[in-house]
């Protein structure tokens, strides 16, 4: 009797725990709502930030800004990540890829400001400006083992007899790679790619002292840039309450861009999954 | 997680393909040299920027720490305008904060890949997983917002004053309520680290074969003494790797910390007190760094933060890879 009561008690137990984990979701995503979607409106997509005291104005400059931001990023993450999962899943020698594999493993555990620090060293103390590239450079190292990874796994899922076939055609093997294997794991690789934006967009720590932020148009890729992260980081901590609550919608149009991308890059491998069965 | 299932960790099961078509090639296709080159570049540039990572902040706090030495570690002031740099109180923000967490998340966490994957009616799976997913996609810094708005007055207001009612003998509970603090930290980074383990604890739990929960069932255990004997104890050090990620993560989190952490480098005994963490203090006071000695001082926290993150980190996966041979497919 007393084992039942326990394993009655240690099942509940663990269903509470689950519940749990959820409420946050709740709770943080119904205050989103509540207190950002008032304050959203057109006009916060298509206007500048307004001065202090004004009511009124948007974030078409963060918006646009991290937009650029993930662009940039895009050119620094994608060809490493994509080149250096084909690279692991196809190379033969057994200590190299070990090696390269842990790396990742670990740059994906490093701190995200830790990655600003290199930015800044990198790219803003040569140029002596902070700099839409720096901040770009600082995301797509980010990018890099999420890419990464996820091109290995899929690239691995081709079937080999794919590749035979190419070959036997007199194919060369880099147009047997790029044709056929690329081609065949693409939907899988986009799925990582999103998964790695969706990472990205809501980056903060990393652009405090690369990209900067700006309250204005950016002026080409070597000046600073807003990006809506730093803006919602920068409103929340001001004492203005007219800030607060565009931290709040702009904190809103953040996260549903960022569960956008995350469900789309989950349909993805559902439909993935379906084909492959 | 999504991302979890990018960054799988672990030896890649299924059958050997042959590979390496085009690593191999020799001679014939000038094409496939090419090709090879671009390849191996992409890889070289990646070592080089994990290469670059360490050297960039290695060069840059070395006047910090030829300056302090190891010292910097055990000094308690922080003092830009005398030029007084100890890392303690940051160091010491860090692990509280971190470890607070983690007695929140480690319990909640597990508990819920036990319920994920051993409990729960099939139907209700996927979804509440994806759900713990989105959790772990939520930006830091809407954490901190919300953290700011609603979880620092929410405990300055009933959890604080309740706790120094009833536990005020603890000097832990001690003090005036502030609501940002310490406590508000690490219930934040226990509300960010709780999916990340949930979801690694439940591939690890999936990974655990059927077999060992049918030994058990025959012998007539209950559904928990299974879970507890026969599946818990198999996948224990993937569930050890698991809350690893999860500390590593909270160590070097950083803008939802910041933001209700209250940012004052002082080491106070009580939860309720500000402190201050390593990451956040990189976040507030870099651009701010008027003096090269500063600057380099603030680089030199940043090095300390990326060993202990390498450390935990690589611990982490090697457990779980040491455990990828027997358990199959264990994602991060």
């Known amino acids: 009797m007393k084992r039942l009561i326990v394993n009655r008690v240690m099942n509940f137990l663990a269903g509470a725990a689950a519940g749990l984990v959820i409420l946050p979701l709740v709770l943080v995503f119904g205050f989103l709502v509540y207190q950002g979607g008032s304050s959203l409106n057109l006009e916060f997509f298509t206007h500048m930030p307004k001065p202090v005291g004004e009511p009124g104005g948007g974030m078409a400059n963060a918006i646009v800004g991290t937009l650029i931001l993930i662009g940039l990023a895009c050119c620094v993450g994608l060809p490493i990540g994509i080149l250096g999962g084909l690279y692991l899943a196809e190379a033969r020698d057994p200590r190299l890829p070990w090696v390269v594999r842990f790396l990742a493993d670990v740059l994906n555990g490093v701190p995200s400001i830790v990655i600003g620090i290199f930015a800044y060293t990198l790219v803003v103390l040569p140029m002596r400006r902070f700099s839409a590239l720096a901040g770009g450079l600082a995301l797509g190292v980010i990018m890099i083992p999420i890419v990464l990874r996820t091109t290995e796994e899929i690239v691995r899922l081709v079937p080999a007899s794919l590749r035979e076939a190419g070959l036997a055609l007199g194919l060369p093997n880099w147009k047997v790679t790029v044709r056929i294997v690329l081609v065949t794991a693409r939907a899988g690789i986009v799925t990582g790619v999103m998964v790695a934006i969706a990472r990205i967009a809501g980056e903060t720590a990393p652009l405090l002292f690369t990209a900067f932020g700006n309250r204005f148009w950016h002026s080409g890729l070597d000046q600073p840039v807003a990006a809506l992260a730093l803006q919602v980081f920068a409103y929340a901590i001001s004492p203005f309450d007219d800030w607060h609550r565009q931290a709040w919608a702009g904190a809103l149009v953040l996260i549903s861009m960022v569960f956008l991308v995350s469900l789309a890059a989950r349909l993805a491998t559902k439909g993935l999954q379906r084909q492959t069965r | ?332």
Do not use: H
Request: net charge neutral.
């Open chain 2, 1 to 332: 997680m999504i991302e979890a299932e990018a960054a799988r960790g672990g030896a890649i099961q299924g059958p050997p393909l042959p590979r390496a078509f085009f690593l191999t090639a020799r001679g014939g296709f000038w094409g496939d040299r090419i090709f090879q080159s671009v390849v191996y570049a992409a890889v070289g540039l990646f070592v080089l920027i994990m290469v670059g990572i360490v050297a960039a902040l290695v060069t840059e706090s070395m006047p910090a720490i030829r300056r302090f030495g190891f010292s910097f570690v055990a000094g308690q002031e922080w003092d830009p305008v005398k030029e007084a740099f100890g890392a303690l109180p940051f160091i010491y923000g860090t692990l509280v904060s971190a470890l607070v967490g983690m007695i929140i998340a480690v319990p909640l966490g597990i508990g819920a890949a036990i319920y994920l994957a051993e409990l729960a009616p099939f139907w209700a799976r996927s979804p509440i997983g994806f759900l713990i997913e989105l959790l772990a996609a939520v930006p830091s810094v809407v954490y901190g917002l919300w953290g700011i708005f609603v979880l620092a007055p929410f405990l300055r207001n009933w959890i604080e004053p309740l706790l120094g009612k009833t536990l005020g003998f603890l000097p832990l509970f001690q003090g005036p309520p502030y609501g940002v603090g310490m406590l508000a930290a690490g219930l934040i980074l226990s509300i960010m680290t709780v999916p990340f383990i949930a979801t690694v604890s439940r591939e690890v739990l999936l990974a655990v074969p059927n077999t060992q929960r049918e030994a058990a069932l025959a012998l007539g255990a209950t559904r928990w003494e299974t879970t507890w004997v026969a599946v818990l104890r198999y996948g224990r050090s993937g569930l050890v790797g698991a809350v690893l990620l999860g500390l590593g993560r909270a160590l070097g989190e950083t803008m939802a910390v910041t933001m209700v952490i209250g940012n004052r480098p002082e080491i106070a005994v009580s939860l309720f007190a500000p402190g201050y963490t390593m990451a956040s203090v990189l976040a507030n006071e870099f651009t701010e760094a008027t003096s090269d000695i500063y600057l380099s001082a603030l680089v030199y926290i940043g090095l300390l933060l990326l060993g202990v993150t390498i450390i935990v980190n690589s611990a982490a996966r090697l457990l779980v890879w040491s455990v990828g041979g027997t358990v199959k497919g264990i994602r991060e």
